[in-house]
């Protein structure tokens, strides 16, 4: 059974990385998927962990490759995800969650029908703007940009299925943990995932035989 796509978003700032470092930490099966960028590499992160950074003329080349299942810039930089290892990773059947911006979410919307699509946002704008000045990696200039840029991608909550208001990081953890196991329990995925019949003893009929 291919595995499920997992796609969250939400403006930056809104606490989307720690969210999810948690969740990877307390779900099985579930593997995240690295994002590549033209951004410059803070100095809390890791290359090949929390992105792959890469300058604009080999982002470009991926591009011709075609090797993207999405692409976008957001606040002036590139973001990409790289197609081969989330095909890879749901054809063996591992669950992959992306961590993308609210542009590349629509892209894969029209390609990904399957994918569960969850929004993370802050409990209101003014505590998205304090916990941006607090991160303390933006100029006066990105700060503006990233909270303009936010209110755009704030409008496009109600073409997600799930939303997650982080105001308080554990309980953010729990909710998206619950939003994982449910999508795992829902019928179609079990059925397909075990089959349907072994729900049966002594041969007996499933609703599909019996038409009820």
Known sequence: MKGVLYVISGPSGVGKTSIIEATLK???????????????????????????????????????????????????????????????????????????????????????????????????????????INRGTETKENLERRLDDAKKELSYIPVFEYIIVNANLQESVDQLCSIIVAEQLKVKRVIDRLGVHRFFENGGETNEQTGR
Not at 38 to 56: A, H, I, L, M, N
Not at 65 to 89: C, M, R, S
């Open 26 to 132: 307390r779900v099985k099966n579930l593997v995240f998927s690295v994002s590549c960028t033209t951004r410059p590499r803070r100095p809390s992160e890791t290359e090949g962990k929390d992105y792959f950074f890469v300058d604009f003329d080999h982002f470009k080349k991926m591009i011709q490759n075609d090797e993207f299942l999405e692409w976008a810039i957001v606040h002036n930089h590139y973001y990409g995800t790289p197609k081969k290892f989330v095909e890879d990773q749901l054809d063996q059947g591992k669950n992959v969650l992306l961590d993308i911006d609210v542009q590349g979410a629509m892209t894969v919307m029209k390609k990904a029908k399957e994918a569960v699509y969850i929004f993370i946002a802050p409990p209101s704008f003014d505590v998205l703007k304090q916990r941006l």
